[in-house]
């Protein structure tokens, strides 16, 4: 992948990223972004594919799918996809078959952190 505009927060050890693009950080307080950046091919990492279903007057089911575009001996790792509800959601099951998911009311997401996708 060529990530072009790379910007890191100032607790990014750039010199350790220059050596051999690892990423060292001693993590701030509170929410940040690590990395920005731009990617011009259309060849992205993962295909995520979704779809919403409505199920009555106060039911939606959402079904979203995740899938590797790499080579098997890659892999992603600390993966965190972002779902957004209504915002006047105020109940939510969730059903996954690999990592966890957590409703987060405030931001109107059920937000699915998977581990590992190889």
């Known amino acids: 992948i060529d990530l072009q505009d790379v910007t890191f927060h100032q607790c990014v050890r750039l010199n350790r990223y220059d050596q ?24 992205l990492p993962f295909d995520v594919s979704s779809m919403v279903s409505e199920r009555g007057r106060n039911r939606v089911e959402y ?20 779902v957004p509800v209504p915002t006047n959601t105020s109940n939510v099951n969730v059903k996954t078959n690999g990592g966890k998911a957590v409703y987060q009311p405030t ?5 699915w952190t998977v581990p590992k996708l190889s």
Not at 21 to 31: A, L, N, R
Not at 64 to 82: C, F, G, L, P, T
Not at 107 to 111: A, D, F, L, R, T
């Open 20 to 43: 051999d693009k690892t990423i060292m950080f001693i993590p701030p307080d509170g929410e940040y972004d690590l990395m920005t950046y731009r990617i011009n091919k259309t060849n």
């Open 107 to 111: 931001k109107s997401v059920i937000e």
């Open 63 to 82: 079904n979203v799918k995740v899938k590797a575009r790499y080579e098997s001996y890659n892999s992603a790792q600390d993966i965190i996809i972002n």
